[in-house]
């Protein structure tokens, strides 16, 4: 206990047994001389734990150990390292170090990192361990101590944040305490801080003068403090209070400095903050005014200098009451009593002054101000400037008054009504009018609206109900108004203080709405009334409210339309959609729905017809519109009822054989039945419609039409019978009933006539007529009981008596011839009107102009009861007959004379007349035998009378003859050839009758003539026949058919015929109508007409199979009369089809022409935009590099040296050159696919042109140009050739001594040679072939510059005239260029031709 | 820049033929008052003070636009064709700058009623005088319909 120390719990540990010792040692032998040496020493009850290892060691770490025996060198750990660890685990024990060495640098170290003492291995006994030990044990618990006292130390610095430094000013050296550390945000571990390294830390701007005022301390004695920023390594800003005093020696240098430094951040921050709020508060407009309990002003912002005009200066000390108008000095005392009980004041709207005198409105807000004891010190005063404010206010004021809306106000404490202007207007009193309460409640009407407003003021102000009322007020002037009155009350501590509200006139408003109400009630009276249905449907379809006339219409009842089981689409049948959707378009285009009719399905399912017209309602309203429905069932049913019995009487008069129509009472038709237009010819009745019936009936019947149509018009039917031709010039006779219709009051409108064909009849008439008149058979009747006689016209002319002739009975009678005659009739009269008896008698009359006749007479009689009524007959003229059987009689007497007569006919005759007997032998035979068989009577009867007959003929003739003789009377028919007297032969022809058995002839009758030239002429026609035939038949592919006059086929030829399905079985003998197909005959006829009319005509058709051409050619006899037609049928099948196949080869070819031509032109229209974009492309780079250069040259010229300008301008050169180059190659490729455009060119005023104005010659240079002939060509293109020739000429004579150009041209034979010679630097001719070609050049760019584009250009021009170009030269000793084009073209010279 | 001021509108996306373009009438003094736009969009927008020359006084109107053909999304040609349109932008010169006079929508650009048009020639010295030529002319001697 050498070692007085204070007690501690390490220290209460060594004098007790549970002293544990931690032995860390590995080597067993050591471990066991350490354990000996402790039972040796003064520790030896203590406890010894081994470890072998670190990692042992470690995991005793938790044990109490209090002192560590430590051999370095470990397995897992060694030397120092082992100490560390150590010290980590066991951070309060005390560590001796175990070391076989007598190392003292080891030792130092051991010392350095914590151990407390050491001992050498072979050193150890009893009596050192045990030295060793206590000594360690005390040294380590001093250190603990210390570390205690240190730790609180900095515990406290980091309370107050307070940092403490000490720097030895000789070396500069600063001692930092933890706290300051943290301050400087840096670890004391790795930072020993010195004077300079402590000002690394302190912000840039302040570390001058921190240096400065340090050094100046280290002079002063004085307690020094500084404030100033530093930056942290992390770049945080602090700001630093340091405080410092300088030790000073006894010789008064300074030895040490000792300081704090304090983080004064957060406190700098806030002034921050304060300074910030302040300039707020400055910047404000409203005005900030603070004052203190006495009303003094204490501040005042910027803001206030501007509302008030006092600046701060001026104003600070002064009483607030400066800015208080003098009629509101008390304010301020309220507001003070009120901000003196804690209460702020918001938004105050009153009155101030400012310093110019002037009034402002504003708004005050004011609050108290409290010390930190909560004691009000003082008032703040926001003020609001609401001058502005205010006007917009009085702009409201205006808006009310124009939606007439006044204020008004009742103060119940003072009792006073304030009334705005707009109430005034509004009651229409004087402006200056102040009512008191109960004058308000008089302006409202009495009765009701009196009444009403009395309670609501009532109500309002005993219990604070609002009201809102519409009432009529009576104004000032004794005016009726709607207003609406609005009103509330203020309540203070339950007593109504004040009441306010507003007051609006509605009287407009209201009218309206009276005016809608009275419309809606007249409305709802119709919705109400039976009359109509009325519904609200919306576009869906659905029917929101209907009347019961609706519903009654429709079948539903009241409880399906609240069931919403009406809608009116459903209801509508499928065919009125469309008309549906054409009246919601309608309604959509104009809000109105024109009355369509339709139908609905009623609820039964039946159909109801409806007439519905609607239209939209605006747009507030639930349904989209309002439809009214009257139900037309009825009608409809009389509509249906009279269309049914108008297509009654239509059917009939349609059915009507007869022609009906309708004129109005002008007479203009209106209509005509369709038979009536058939019967007329009319196609199209509109175009009689409304013309005059009589102008349809022609000039002849006009009279008498419109005369039955003035009758029929006065009411009578009248009737007439016409004859008059139909629209298509058909001649009919119509019997016509006119008859007046539908007589109304203004008299009759229309009539009807009915017109009936009756052509036939009187067709009939007619021919009866006729017949009678042939056989002059009259017509009577006499009628006994009118006492009337009729005669037809035929009776009369028989009677020759005028045709107005009208007899009585015994006239009838007086016309027989007296005598036998009129006795004879007398009786017969008699006889037939007494006993009915008929008579038929030949007698005589005598006519009215004296003639005899005969007649004969035919009556009957009609009987009726037993008394004949009338008795009628019939009367011929037999006159001629009786004549005729006189004559005969006559004749017999005279027959001698008669056959004289006879024979004269006879033998005047053309034709032969032979009477023989039954034997042939001849009895008579006219003189003209001789005529035309060249024999006479005598001759032929010397030849025994037999005709000379043609040989082929004699068998013929015989069977002729037998077979005359063996039919009597019958007349056959005979043809022969005779000889003629002359040898050659005769064809007769004619016919015989056998009359052997008449008395009076007793002879074979033959008649015949000459018809050789007939025969002949069909012998002609045999043979061509026969040729045709022939022909047709050996041309293969060909028909050939005769037809003749009736279109009968009499020859039909050749195999195609056959082909085409026709037999020659077939066709011969038969009309090509017969044989023909329908379609075929209807197809060719024209053809066959045509040629009938001498005309040849040609046509090709195709059946499919066989093409055929066919040629109709008319035969014509020799008086150019067609007699026959030929068909010639050619099959050109094969023909055809070979064209068929040119045809489409040509079609195929010209497809592809056009394909490549097209395809050739979207290759040049490629190559056209490819050419011009690559130019385009192209050049703008090089303008920029050329634009660029130049600036270079422009802007930096004297920067550059010579060398320097000579490669820019090789640049520019280059660039131009490149340009010039894509221009020239550009008009190159144009030239390919530019259309020369020819013209008479002068080629020597061009090459003039071109020397003079296109290329620069020098002056030097002789240029010989010749005449030159002009030619036909492009004078653009020929230009562009002699501008390159001549260019070139001049350029490679250019270095020439004197340079010598030629141009010339000479004729050689229809073409022209031009030249262009040089004297200049010449070519080598083995290389000619490429001189036209592109970009070959036969000189270099520096001997003379080009593109090599220039002649290849020339080359084209020249050869799209049609032209060739060549050259010739030499080296050094000139070139010659030369073009060659054609003279003149064709063009030029018929242009020169047809102008001579 | 006042784009009220503006006298010569130059519409040309090349870059480097503007730069020649301005650099040339600067040399006639004229290039103060040039407005160079990049392309025919915005061009368009300027002219009738749209987009991003949303409420630009179109009343005053450039004494001459200088345009290029070839440009980005709105070509010149189309630009040309909306001034011409427009009753109050037709009567404003407007002078087509193009690479090469072989170019085919010169043709066009004439039937859309085109002023005048220039070749750009690669030859820098033509170029300059062109321009300053064309500067010159329509801003100092050229009288606008009024």
Excluded at chain 1, 155 to 182: C, F, M, N, P
Excluded at chain 1, 802 to 826: A, N
Excluded at chain 1, 919 to 936: A, Q
Excluded at chain 1, 1160 to 1172: A, Q, R
Aim: proline letters at 3%; charged letters at 30%.
């Amino acid at each position: 206990m050498v070692f007085g120390c204070p007690p501690s719990k390490n220290r209460k540990m060594t004098h007790g047994n549970e002293l544990k010792i931690l032995l860390v040692e590995d080597n067993p032998g050591d471990a066991l001389l350490i354990k000996e040496a402790l039972k040796e020493s003064i520790y030896r009850n203590a406890t010894l734990i081994l470890a072998d290892c670190l990692a042992e060691a470690k995991r005793l770490s938790q044990e109490n150990v209090v002192l560590l025996l430590l051999d370095l060198g470990l397995p897992d750990s060694n030397g120092l390292e082992t100490i560390t660890q150590m010290r980590n685990y066991f951070p309060e024990s005390a560590i001796v170090i175990l070391t076989g060495l007598d190392d003292d640098e080891v030792a130092s170290e051991a010392f350095q990192q914590g151990a407390q003492s050491y001992i050498h291995k072979n050193e150890i006994n009893g009596k050192v361990l045990s030295r060793t030990i206590r000594f360690s044990l005390e040294r380590h618990e001093f250190i603990q101590r210390l570390k205690a006292t240190e730790k609180r130390l900095v515990d406290a610095q980091a309370v107050a944040k307070v940092g403490s430094w000490e720097t030895d000013l000789s070396t500069l050296k600063v001692i930092w305490s933890l706290e300051t550390y943290r301050i400087f945000e840096l670890d004391p571990s790795q930072f020993q801080p010195m004077h300079t390294t402590f000002l690394d830390y302190v912000h840039p701007e302040d570390r001058f003068f921190v240096d400065e005022a340090f050094k100046a301390s280290f002079h002063s004695n004085k307690y020094h403090s500084i404030i100033h920023r530093l930056v942290t390594k992390s770049g945080n800003q602090k700001w630093i209070e340091e405080k410092w005093s300088v030790y000073k020696d006894d010789n008064d240098n300074p030895i040490k400095a000792f300081g704090t430094c304090q983080d004064i951040t957060e406190s700098k921050k806030l002034e921050e903050q304060q300074a910030m709020f302040a300039l707020i508060v400055n910047s404000s407009e409203d005005a900030i005014i603070s004052k203190n309990l006495e009303g003094i002003i204490t501040s005042w912002n910027h803001g206030a200098e501007k509302q008030f005009g006092y600046s701060l200066n001026e104003i600070t000390g002064k009483h607030i009451s400066i800015i208080i108008p003098a009629n509101l000095q008390n304010e301020e005392k309220e507001i003070f009593e009120r901000i003196g009980s804690g209460n702020s004041v918001d938004q105050y709207e009153t009155e101030r002054i400012r310093k110019d005198g002037k009034i402002i409105q504003v708004s005050l807000t004011i609050s108290p101000i409290r010390d930190l004891m909560g004691n009000i010190i003082g008032v703040s005063k926001i003020s609001r400037d609401i001058t502005e404010k205010k006007k917009l206010e009085d702009l409201l004021d205006k808006a009310n008054r124009l939606a007439k809306i006044g204020n008004w106000e009742a103060d119940l404490i003072k009792g006073t009504v304030y009334w705005s202007a707009v109430t005034k207007e509004i009651h229409e009193t004087e402006t200056g009018y102040v009512p008191d309460l109960s004058q308000g409640v008089s302006f409202y009407k009495e009765g009701k609206n009196r009444d009403r407003i009395t309670r609501c003021v009532q109500t309002c102000i005993e219990q604070g109900t609002a009201w809102e009322e519409e009432l009529q007020i009576v104004t000032a002037k004794g005016n009726l108004k709607w207003i609406k009155t609005i009103g509330n009350a203020e309540f203070k501590e339950g007593k109504c203080i004040r009441f306010y509200g507003s007051f609006q006139d509605i009287d407009e408003r209201k009218k309206a709405e009276e005016e809608l109400r009275q419309s809606e009630l007249k409305f709802r009276r119709i919705f109400d009334s039976k009359m109509v249905g009325i519904i609200f449907w919306d576009e869906n379809g659905d029917i929101s409210e209907s009347n019961d006339r609706f519903l009654e219409i429709v079948g539903y009842t009241w409880q399906d339309l609240k069931e919403g089981k009406l809608h009116w689409n459903q209801m509508t049948p499928a065919e009125y959609t469309e008309l549906d959707q054409w009246g919601l378009k309608q309604i959509e285009l104009t809000g109105v729905c024109p009355p369509i009719e339709k139908e609905y399905f009623r609820k039964d399912g039946s159909r109801v017809s409806i007439l519905i017209g609607a239209a939209t309602l605006d747009k507030d309203s639930t349904a989209k519109g309002v439809a009214y429905i009257t139900d037309i069932t009825e009608r409809k049913k009389a509509e249906r009822k009279l269309r049914e019995s108008e297509e009654f009487n239509r059917t009939i008069l349609e059915s009507s054989p007869d022609c009906l129509k309708v004129m109005d009472n002008e007479g203009r038709l209106v209509f005509m039945n369709k038979n009536g237009c058939d019967l007329m010819e009319v196609d199209d009745f509109n175009s009689l419609k409304n013309k005059y019936w009589w102008n349809v009936w022609g000039e002849e019947n006009k009279q008498i039409v419109k005369a039955s149509v003035k009758k029929s018009l006065e009411g009578e039917p009248a009737h007439f019978e016409a004859f008059c031709a139909t629209a298509k010039g058909t001649a009919k006779w119509w019997s016509v009933i006119v008859s007046p219709v539908a007589k109304t009051a203004d008299g009759i409108e229309q009539i009807v006539s009915v017109s009936r064909d009756i052509t036939k009849t009187k067709k009939l008439e007619d021919l009866l007529d006729k017949t009678n008149r042939l056989a002059k058979i009259g017509n009577w009747e006499a009628d006994l009981i009118k006492g009337t006689v009729y005669w037809s016209a035929v009776t009369k002319e028989i009677h020759e008596t005028e045709t107005g002739y009208v007899p009585d009975l015994s006239q009838g009678v007086s016309f027989y011839k007296e005598g036998k005659s009129r006795d004879r009739i007398t009786h017969c009269v008699q006889a037939c009107i007494e006993q009915g008896t008929a008579w038929e008698e030949e007698l005589q009359i005598v006519t009215a102009k004296g003639n005899i006749k005969w007649i004969k007479t035919i009556g009957n009689a009609e009987f009726k009861e037993g008394k004949c009524l009338r008795f009628y007959g019939s009367f011929q003229d037999i006159d001629e007959r009786k004549e005729a059987e006189e004559e005969i009689f006559k004749l017999n007497a005279e027959l001698s004379k008669s056959e004289k007569r006879f024979k004269g006919l006879v033998e005047n005759s053309n034709d032969i007349i032979r009477l023989s007997d039954e034997n042939f032998k001849p009895i008579y035979r006219s003189p003209n035998l001789e005529r035309i068989t060249g024999w006479s009577n005598e001759e032929l009867e010397k030849q025994g009378d037999v005709m000379p007959a043609h040989p082929e003929d004699r068998e013929r003739m015989a069977a002729f003859l037998k077979e005359i003789k063996s039919n009597p009377e019958k007349i056959i028919p005979f043809h022969y050839r005779f000889k003629h007297k002359e040898g050659h032969y005769i064809w007769a022809e004619g016919s015989s009758v056998n009359m052997l058995h008449d008395e009076s002839i007793k002879g074979i009758i033959s008649t015949f003539r000459d018809v050789t030239k007939q025969k002949q002429a069909e012998e002609k026609l045999r043979q061509s026949e026969i040729l045709y035939r022939t022909i047709a038949s050996s041309i293969p592919g060909s028909g050939i058919c005769l037809i003749d006059e009736s279109y009968r086929y009499f020859l039909v030829e050749g195999d195609l015929l056959e082909k085409l399905g026709y037999s020659r079985e077939n066709l011969l003998g038969n009309t090509i109508k017969d044989v023909l197909p329908p379609e075929v005959y209807a197809d060719l006829l024209p053809d066959f007409e045509r040629a009938y009319r001498g005309e040849i005509c040609n046509r090709e058709s195709d059946n499919g199979i066989y093409s055929t051409i066919s040629r109709f050619v008319p035969l014509k006899d020799e008086h150019n009369k067609v007699y026959a037609v030929m068909v010639v049928v050619l099959d050109v099948t094969e023909l055809k089809k070979a064209e068929r196949t040119i045809a489409e080869l040509n079609v195929g070819l010209e497809e592809k022409i056009k394909k490549r031509t097209e395809q050739l032109d979207n290759v040049n229209k490629e190559l056209e935009s490819f050419t011009y974009s690559v130019s385009h492309d192209l050049r703008a780079p090089l303008r920029a590099i050329n634009g660029y250069a130049r600036m270079l040259e422009e802007d930096y010229t004297s920067l550059f040296d010579d060398n320097g300008k000579r490669l820019l301008n090789i640049v520019q050169h280059n660039a131009a050159k490149m340009g010039q180059l894509i221009d020239d190659l550009l008009a190159f490729s144009r030239l390919g696919r530019k259309e020369i455009q020819k013209s008479q060119v002068d080629m020597t005023a061009l090459a003039e042109e071109v020397l003079k104005e296109v290329i620069f010659v020098r002056a030097d240079t002789e240029v010989k140009l010749y005449p030159l002939h002009s030619i036909w060509g492009d004078s653009i293109l020929l230009k562009q050739v002699l501008v390159n020739y001549i260019s070139n000429a001049v350029k490679y004579s250019s270095k020439t001594e004197k340079p010598f150009i030629e141009i010339n041209s000479t004729l050689s034979g229809n073409k022209v040679i031009y030249s262009v010679s040089d004297n200049g630097s010449g070519f080598d001719m083995a290389y000619v072939d490429k001189l036209f070609r592109v970009f070959q050049r036969l000189h270099s760019n520096e001997e003379f510059e080009g593109t090599g584009v220039g002649l290849a250009i020339v080359d084209r021009i020249v050869k799209k005239h049609e032209g060739e170009v060549w050259a010739e030269g030499k080296v050094g000793k000139g070139a010659t260029f030369y073009f060659i084009l054609p003279a003149k073209s064709e063009v030029t010279e018929n242009i020169q031709t047809s102008n001579l | 820049m006042n784009t009220n001021e503006i006298e010569i509108l130059l519409i040309e996306d090349n870059m480097n033929d503007a730069e020649m373009t301005m650099r040339s009438l600067k040399k006639s003094n004229v290039s103060n008052k040039v407005l160079h736009l990049k392309d025919g969009e915005i061009a368009l927008e300027y002219i009738f003070g749209t987009g991003q020359f949303e409420g630009r006084n179109i009343n005053h109107k450039p004494k001459v636009i200088l345009l290029d053909l070839k440009m980005p999304k709105v070509d010149g040609l189309e630009v040309l064709k909306k001034i011409k349109s427009d009753e109050n932008t037709k009567a404003i010169p407007v002078v087509i700058l193009t690479s090469s006079k072989e170019d085919p929508d010169i043709k066009t650009c004439y039937s859309l009623g085109v002023n005048s048009y220039i070749v750009k020639p690669v030859d820098f010295d033509g170029f300059h005088k062109v321009v300053a030529e064309l500067g010159l002319y329509w801003v100092l001697t050229n009288q606008p319909p009024v």
